[in-house]
């Protein structure tokens, strides 16, 4: 087995208390004292997260002369400079390599940001897509990051940062100089709440992580949490929702696929759209407290009609919540699904994303 | 008054023929969040060891089974829509079930809460 990574804030999350566990190749913190409080402090005020084990990935070239334009799901020259959107690199079949964010940093540089377990992965086939047209860097290891997540993460950014800070529209980025550092925000995150993303040189992670955790207002949350509050939200996690053999439109992600020019994977999904799904990702509320866990059957007026993929109990709806593939006959909102697992039979009801809509994201 | 563990993480608090039955502190540190509780249907006849009922967590779904043999009595409804007493108070409101003990000797095949504190100790 590979080694393990270690965030350069290992020690930080263990002196407060952290579980750790690998997540992506990386050893991670799951919790520090409770998931759900830390969910809670994220959708009330402000959480920190360490997100270093994610990729960035740094090109800089022509991006129509070297090929780089069709190769995800959109065109990063269409982006602004400035801005970021979110989309997919598909294989050949048209199957999710990964799901990732491009951040258009200049009219010939472009940053983006991979989930961690894919993104050794995903840089060797863009290497290799690119064929020495154009440069490409791995930068995940000197780059450090944090996310500032919740309601009153743009007046603690602002106490830091400046009132700049407010200006920065949704999906947008800018450069700021923060205890001497230069960090790039962006206005993005992965929990529904208004946040933020951090990302600046890695010598400056101890620092910045003190700096932001003196703040009152911000407390430490852990993977668990985090997986928490993106599903709330209806957010893909790559590995479980997403994967090399499921396509955007099994996921119901064609908004993040512009068909109008070429890119990787695009004839795999004209065809299927053409000849119809045999499965698609729904979204299901239980009748219950009870949790629906990955891998548990899913069914449909007695037949099995699928599968769930990530599943939690909500806090914010108050019962079981979950995503899942399942028959296109079964997928209609409003359908009744029998979930099972050994002698566990939980009713649920197909609901439109995202699950909670409560959130601070847009204010 | 006796209160025995099991290798389990269960706990049962014993008066005269009566047991209360509960997850230890540890367990419940192990499980995290408790989101909820199937409590076992009363009248239910368990033996020592079967399955008295089922805990889910933010981690995972586990089973709880009975220190001893009997049946249940009372549950803990509270239990229903804030299981998180159990986690505030495992060993104390956080209790799950009371049982008719049919059979106390079987106390013999539990720890008492040192030995089960060294247990404990030892898992670590």
New interface residues.
């Given amino acids: 087995m590979e080694e393990l990574k270690k965030t350069p804030l290992v020690q930080q999350h263990e002196r407060l208390g952290a579980q750790m566990a690998p997540f992506g190749g990386w050893l991670m913190p799951i919790?520090y004292e409770?998931?759900?409080?830390e969910h809670r402090w994220c959708r009330e005020s402000a959480a920190l997260f360490d997100t270093s084990h994610m990729g960035e990935l740094l090109f800089s070239g022509d991006l129509v002369g070297s090929g780089m334009d069709s190769l995800f799901t959109f065109r990063i020259s269409s982006i602004a400079i400035g801005r970021c959107r979110y989309g997919f690199l598909l294989n050949d079949a048209g199957g999710v390599v990964d799901d990732l964010t491009v951040y258009r940093l200049s009219e010939d540089e472009a940053m983006i940001v991979v989930n961690a377990g894919p993104a050794d992965k995903d840089f060797s086939v863009l290497e290799a897509a690119l064929a020495g047209r154009g440069l490409l860097e791995n930068a995940t290891g000197r780059t450090g990051k944090l996310d500032l997540q919740g309601p009153r993460s743009r007046e603690v950014l602002t106490a830091l940062a400046g009132p700049e800070i407010g200006e920065i529209p949704f999906f947008g980025f800018r450069r700021f100089n923060v205890l001497g550092a230069q960090v790039l925000v962006s206005r993005t995150g992965y929990t529904g709440e208004l946040g933020y993303e951090l990302y600046f040189e890695k010598d400056r992670l101890q620092e910045l992580w003190q700096r932001l955790l003196a703040d009152d207002r911000v407390r430490p949350a852990g993977l668990?949490a985090r997986d928490?509050l993106r599903l709330e939200m209806g957010y893909s996690l790559y590995g479980n929702d997403l994967d090399e053999s499921t396509t955007p439109l099994e996921a119901g992600l064609e908004r993040f696929v512009d068909f109008s020019r070429g890119f990787i994977g695009r004839e795999a999904l004209l065809s299927q759209q053409s000849k119809g799904l045999s499965r698609v990702r729904v979204a299901f509320r239980v009748s219950?407290?009870?949790?629906p866990?990955h891998g548990y059957r899913i069914f449909h007026q007695g037949e099995p009609v699928g599968e769930v993929t990530s599943g939690?109990?909500s806090p914010m709806l108050g019962c079981g919540i979950g995503l899942g593939y399942v028959r296109p006959s079964a997928a209609a909102c409003g359908t009744l699904l029998e979930i099972r697992h050994e002698a566990?039979v939980l009713e649920a009801t197909v609901v439109e994303l995202p699950f909670y809509r409560q959130g601070s994201l847009r204010v | 008054m006796d209160t025995y563990f099991t290798r389990d993480h269960e706990w049962i608090r014993v008066e005269g023929t009566i047991g209360t039955v509960g997850i230890t502190a540890y367990a419940v540190e192990q499980l995290g969040d408790i989101t909820f509780i199937e409590l076992p249907v009363l009248g239910k006849a368990v033996r020592q060891t079967g399955m008295l009922c089922s805990v889910e967590s933010v981690k995972a779904a586990s089973d709880i089974y009975a220190p001893l043999t009997g049946k249940v009595i009372e549950v803990n409804h509270a239990l229903d829509s804030a299981p998180e007493i159990v986690n505030q108070s495992p060993e104390g409101e956080g209790w799950i079930a009371r049982m008719e003990v049919e059979d106390l000797s079987g106390a013999k095949n539990l720890m008492c809460r040192s030995d089960y504190d060294e247990y404990v100790r030892g898992l670590a």
């Fill in positions: 919790q409770s998931i759900l409080a668990g928490l219950s407290r009870r949790t866990r939690a109990f566990v």
